[in-house]
């Protein structure tokens, strides 16, 4: 018998075996073995999946990651440009991790698209198009739910960790 529970933290419904971290391991595998996978949605993926679990993270890449899938989607910058923009805001003693840091205040816990549904080790591997589409579908309504959030509250900020 499989068991299912659903992630404290994206709300996704998750069997043994296809729990979101998995999911995740799955996933960075699967463009690790695609180097043209991974050049074209790395950087979504990684900052979808963070912005959906953010427990242990600061604010400050919160909103890091919030601004690349935006810059991305828009055409803004390149996933090269990002990678060094990146390097440079969060280079030497910058921390991206915070011990103290929860689910920031107001922040969704139920997603429309999770990692779940981008890749999940327990069905076939998807062709490299679908995979780079589902990425950017992922991106997009993680988008879509955070750019929700702040216009529902203009005075939220964008990714505020309460301890």
Known sequence: MTT??????????????AECRACFEALLAFEA??????????HLTVASYFLQHPTGYAAEILDA???????ALDGRATPRELMRRHGRQFAGSRRVRSERA???HGWPSEWPVTVCSVLNP???LPSAEVYIERAQAW???TRA????????????ASARNRA
Do not use: K, M, S, Y
Not at 4 to 17: H, L, S
């Open 33 to 42: 073995e695609r180097p043209p996978v991974f050049a074209a949605v790395h």
């Open 122 to 124: 327990l069905d076939e």
């Open 4 to 17: 299912i529970t659903r992630c404290n933290e994206c709300g996704a419904v998750q069997p043994e075996g």
């Open 65 to 71: 990651w919030r601004l690349l899938i935006a810059d």
């Open 145 to 156: 739910c955070l750019d929700a959030l702040t216009t529902a509250d203009p005075h939220h």
């Open 139 to 141: 991106a997009q309504a």
């Open 102 to 104: 929860g689910i920031p």
